[in-house]
T-cell receptor
Framework: DSGVTQTPKHLITATGQRVTLRCSPR?????VYWYQQSLDQGLQFLIQYYNGEERAKGNILERFSAQQFPDLHSELNLSSLELGDSALYFCASSVDAGAAYEQYFGPGTRLTVT | KNQVEQSPQSLIILEGKNCTLQ??????????LRWYKQDTGRGPVSLTIMTFSENTKSNGRYTATLDADTKQSSLHITASQLSDSASYIC????????????FGRGTSLIVHP
Protein backbone atom coordinates (compact mmCIF):
# COMPACT_ATOMS: atom_id res chain seq x y z
CA ASP A 1 0.00 0.00 0.00
CA SER A 2 1.56 3.27 -1.19
CA GLY A 3 -0.53 5.50 1.06
CA VAL A 4 -2.12 7.23 -1.94
CA THR A 5 -5.85 6.67 -2.22
CA GLN A 6 -8.02 7.07 -5.29
CA THR A 7 -11.77 6.94 -5.68
CA PRO A 8 -13.72 5.50 -7.29
CA LYS A 9 -11.96 2.29 -8.23
CA HIS A 10 -14.11 1.76 -11.30
CA LEU A 11 -16.32 4.11 -13.27
CA ILE A 12 -18.57 3.31 -16.20
CA THR A 13 -20.23 6.17 -18.02
CA ALA A 14 -21.56 7.17 -21.40
CA THR A 15 -20.06 9.35 -24.09
CA GLY A 16 -20.65 13.05 -23.57
CA GLN A 17 -20.82 12.76 -19.80
CA ARG A 18 -18.61 14.35 -17.15
CA VAL A 19 -16.85 12.56 -14.29
CA THR A 20 -14.64 13.52 -11.36
CA LEU A 21 -11.80 11.38 -10.10
CA ARG A 22 -10.46 11.96 -6.60
CA CYS A 23 -7.01 11.48 -5.14
CA SER A 24 -5.67 11.80 -1.60
CA PRO A 25 -1.86 11.99 -1.42
CA ARG A 26 0.33 10.36 1.19
CA UNK A 27 0.44 12.19 4.47
CA UNK A 28 3.03 14.97 4.22
CA UNK A 29 3.29 14.95 0.43
CA UNK A 30 2.71 18.33 -1.21
CA UNK A 31 2.92 17.38 -4.86
CA VAL A 32 0.27 15.46 -6.80
CA TYR A 33 0.55 14.10 -10.32
CA TRP A 34 -2.09 12.70 -12.65
CA TYR A 35 -1.35 10.08 -15.31
CA GLN A 36 -3.38 8.30 -17.94
CA GLN A 37 -2.62 4.75 -19.04
CA SER A 38 -4.31 3.31 -22.10
CA LEU A 39 -3.52 0.19 -24.08
CA ASP A 40 -2.48 2.06 -27.21
CA GLN A 41 -0.65 5.01 -25.61
CA GLY A 42 0.94 3.55 -22.50
CA LEU A 43 1.48 5.81 -19.50
CA GLN A 44 1.23 9.54 -20.12
CA PHE A 45 1.78 12.43 -17.75
CA LEU A 46 -1.22 14.76 -17.55
CA ILE A 47 -0.61 17.42 -14.92
CA GLN A 48 1.21 18.19 -11.68
CA TYR A 49 0.16 20.29 -8.71
CA TYR A 50 2.31 21.47 -5.86
CA ASN A 51 0.78 22.85 -2.68
CA GLY A 52 -2.35 23.95 -4.49
CA GLU A 53 -0.70 25.46 -7.55
CA GLU A 54 -0.38 24.00 -11.03
CA ARG A 55 3.28 23.17 -11.55
CA ALA A 56 3.57 21.35 -14.86
CA LYS A 57 1.26 20.38 -17.68
CA GLY A 58 1.71 17.43 -19.99
CA ASN A 59 -0.58 15.85 -22.58
CA ILE A 60 -3.79 16.95 -20.92
CA LEU A 61 -6.76 17.60 -23.19
CA GLU A 62 -8.72 20.84 -22.93
CA ARG A 63 -11.76 18.77 -21.92
CA PHE A 64 -9.85 17.70 -18.82
CA SER A 65 -9.11 19.88 -15.81
CA ALA A 66 -7.69 19.35 -12.37
CA GLN A 67 -7.20 21.14 -9.11
CA GLN A 68 -5.55 20.62 -5.75
CA PHE A 69 -7.44 21.76 -2.69
CA PRO A 70 -6.11 23.36 0.54
CA ASP A 71 -6.19 19.95 2.26
CA LEU A 72 -3.95 18.75 -0.63
CA HIS A 73 -6.37 16.26 -2.10
CA SER A 74 -6.80 16.58 -5.84
CA GLU A 75 -9.56 16.06 -8.35
CA LEU A 76 -9.36 15.36 -12.07
CA ASN A 77 -12.43 16.40 -14.03
CA LEU A 78 -13.08 14.79 -17.40
CA SER A 79 -15.87 16.25 -19.54
CA SER A 80 -17.50 15.57 -22.91
CA LEU A 81 -16.20 12.05 -22.58
CA GLU A 82 -15.28 10.08 -25.69
CA LEU A 83 -14.72 6.36 -26.16
CA GLY A 84 -10.99 7.02 -26.40
CA ASP A 85 -10.92 8.39 -22.87
CA SER A 86 -11.40 4.88 -21.53
CA ALA A 87 -8.22 4.20 -19.56
CA LEU A 88 -6.66 3.74 -16.17
CA TYR A 89 -6.09 7.05 -14.42
CA PHE A 90 -3.36 7.12 -11.80
CA CYS A 91 -2.58 9.69 -9.20
CA ALA A 92 0.87 9.86 -7.63
CA SER A 93 2.30 12.00 -4.87
CA SER A 94 5.73 13.12 -3.74
CA VAL A 95 7.03 15.12 -0.84
CA ASP A 96 8.23 17.96 -3.07
CA ALA A 97 7.93 19.14 -6.64
CA GLY A 98 11.33 18.33 -8.12
CA ALA A 99 11.79 15.61 -10.72
CA ALA A 100 14.18 13.64 -8.51
CA TYR A 101 11.71 13.04 -5.69
CA GLU A 102 10.24 9.57 -5.27
CA GLN A 103 6.67 9.31 -6.55
CA TYR A 104 4.16 6.98 -4.96
CA PHE A 105 1.31 5.81 -7.15
CA GLY A 106 -2.24 5.12 -6.11
CA PRO A 107 -4.20 2.03 -7.20
CA GLY A 108 -5.83 3.90 -10.08
CA THR A 109 -9.36 4.54 -11.32
CA ARG A 110 -10.49 2.46 -14.28
CA LEU A 111 -12.74 4.57 -16.50
CA THR A 112 -14.88 2.89 -19.12
CA VAL A 113 -16.76 5.12 -21.55
CA THR A 114 -19.54 3.33 -23.48
CA LYS B 1 11.08 14.91 -29.91
CA ASN B 2 11.87 13.16 -26.62
CA GLN B 3 11.54 9.40 -26.91
CA VAL B 4 12.11 6.36 -24.73
CA GLU B 5 12.39 2.96 -26.39
CA GLN B 6 12.34 -0.27 -24.43
CA SER B 7 13.32 -3.74 -25.53
CA PRO B 8 12.34 -6.45 -25.68
CA GLN B 9 8.62 -5.80 -25.78
CA SER B 10 8.03 -9.06 -23.93
CA LEU B 11 10.17 -11.72 -22.35
CA ILE B 12 9.52 -15.19 -20.95
CA ILE B 13 12.06 -16.79 -18.63
CA LEU B 14 12.23 -19.68 -16.20
CA GLU B 15 12.21 -19.11 -12.48
CA GLY B 16 15.71 -18.72 -11.09
CA LYS B 17 17.18 -17.35 -14.32
CA ASN B 18 18.60 -13.86 -14.81
CA CYS B 19 17.44 -11.37 -17.41
CA THR B 20 18.27 -7.89 -18.68
CA LEU B 21 15.85 -5.28 -19.97
CA GLN B 22 16.96 -2.36 -22.12
CA UNK B 23 15.97 1.29 -22.32
CA UNK B 24 17.26 3.80 -24.88
CA UNK B 25 16.28 7.44 -24.73
CA UNK B 26 16.71 10.70 -26.62
CA UNK B 27 15.57 13.01 -23.79
CA UNK B 28 17.86 15.98 -23.48
CA UNK B 29 18.94 17.67 -21.32
CA UNK B 30 18.72 14.76 -18.92
CA UNK B 31 17.72 14.93 -15.26
CA UNK B 32 16.99 11.40 -14.12
CA LEU B 33 15.91 7.95 -15.22
CA ARG B 34 13.57 5.73 -13.26
CA TRP B 35 12.61 2.10 -13.54
CA TYR B 36 9.15 1.10 -12.36
CA LYS B 37 7.55 -2.30 -11.85
CA GLN B 38 3.86 -2.48 -12.61
CA ASP B 39 1.72 -5.49 -11.79
CA THR B 40 -1.35 -5.91 -13.99
CA GLY B 41 -4.08 -3.44 -13.04
CA ARG B 42 -2.05 -1.82 -10.28
CA GLY B 43 -0.07 1.37 -9.91
CA PRO B 44 3.65 1.44 -10.81
CA VAL B 45 6.14 0.94 -8.00
CA SER B 46 9.55 2.59 -8.16
CA LEU B 47 12.56 0.28 -8.35
CA THR B 48 15.43 2.71 -8.94
CA ILE B 49 16.10 6.33 -9.83
CA MET B 50 19.41 7.47 -11.29
CA THR B 51 20.77 10.90 -12.03
CA PHE B 52 23.36 11.87 -14.61
CA SER B 53 26.32 11.14 -12.34
CA GLU B 54 25.20 7.65 -11.29
CA ASN B 55 25.94 4.62 -13.44
CA THR B 56 24.72 1.78 -11.22
CA LYS B 57 22.03 1.44 -8.61
CA SER B 58 20.71 -1.68 -6.92
CA ASN B 59 17.50 -2.53 -5.14
CA GLY B 60 17.67 -6.12 -3.91
CA ARG B 61 17.74 -8.42 -6.93
CA TYR B 62 17.24 -5.47 -9.29
CA THR B 63 20.29 -3.61 -10.63
CA ALA B 64 19.96 -0.68 -12.99
CA THR B 65 22.82 0.74 -15.04
CA LEU B 66 23.02 4.03 -16.87
CA ASP B 67 25.32 5.20 -19.65
CA ALA B 68 24.50 8.88 -20.09
CA ASP B 69 26.91 9.21 -23.01
CA THR B 70 25.12 6.63 -25.14
CA LYS B 71 21.76 7.40 -23.54
CA GLN B 72 21.16 3.79 -22.58
CA SER B 73 20.00 2.09 -19.41
CA SER B 74 19.47 -1.52 -18.47
CA LEU B 75 17.65 -3.29 -15.66
CA HIS B 76 19.13 -6.61 -14.61
CA ILE B 77 17.03 -9.03 -12.60
CA THR B 78 18.92 -11.73 -10.76
CA ALA B 79 17.54 -15.13 -9.73
CA SER B 80 14.05 -14.35 -11.01
CA GLN B 81 10.99 -15.26 -8.99
CA LEU B 82 7.39 -15.83 -10.04
CA SER B 83 6.50 -12.52 -8.40
CA ASP B 84 8.77 -10.72 -10.87
CA SER B 85 6.14 -11.29 -13.54
CA ALA B 86 5.06 -7.74 -14.36
CA SER B 87 5.58 -4.86 -16.76
CA TYR B 88 8.83 -2.89 -16.31
CA ILE B 89 8.66 0.74 -17.37
CA CYS B 90 11.54 3.13 -18.02
CA UNK B 91 10.82 6.83 -17.46
CA UNK B 92 13.17 9.70 -18.31
CA UNK B 93 12.78 13.26 -17.03
CA UNK B 94 14.44 16.31 -18.55
CA UNK B 95 16.32 18.87 -16.52
CA UNK B 96 15.40 22.53 -16.29
CA UNK B 97 11.91 23.95 -16.44
CA UNK B 98 8.85 21.85 -15.68
CA UNK B 99 8.63 18.16 -14.86
CA UNK B 100 7.43 16.51 -18.05
CA UNK B 101 8.56 12.88 -18.11
CA UNK B 102 8.70 10.60 -21.13
CA PHE B 103 7.59 7.02 -20.57
CA GLY B 104 8.69 3.91 -22.41
CA ARG B 105 6.01 1.40 -23.43
CA GLY B 106 7.41 -1.15 -21.02
CA THR B 107 8.72 -4.71 -21.18
CA SER B 108 6.28 -7.41 -20.17
CA LEU B 109 8.14 -10.09 -18.20
CA ILE B 110 6.66 -13.51 -17.52
CA VAL B 111 8.47 -15.86 -15.17
CA HIS B 112 7.49 -19.51 -15.49
CA PRO B 113 8.05 -22.15 -12.81
Amino acid sequence: DSGVTQTPKHLITATGQRVTLRCSPRSGDLSVYWYQQSLDQGLQFLIQYYNGEERAKGNILERFSAQQFPDLHSELNLSSLELGDSALYFCASSVDAGAAYEQYFGPGTRLTVT
Amino acid sequence: KNQVEQSPQSLIILEGKNCTLQCNYTVSPFSNLRWYKQDTGRGPVSLTIMTFSENTKSNGRYTATLDADTKQSSLHITASQLSDSASYICVVSPSGGSYIPTFGRGTSLIVHP
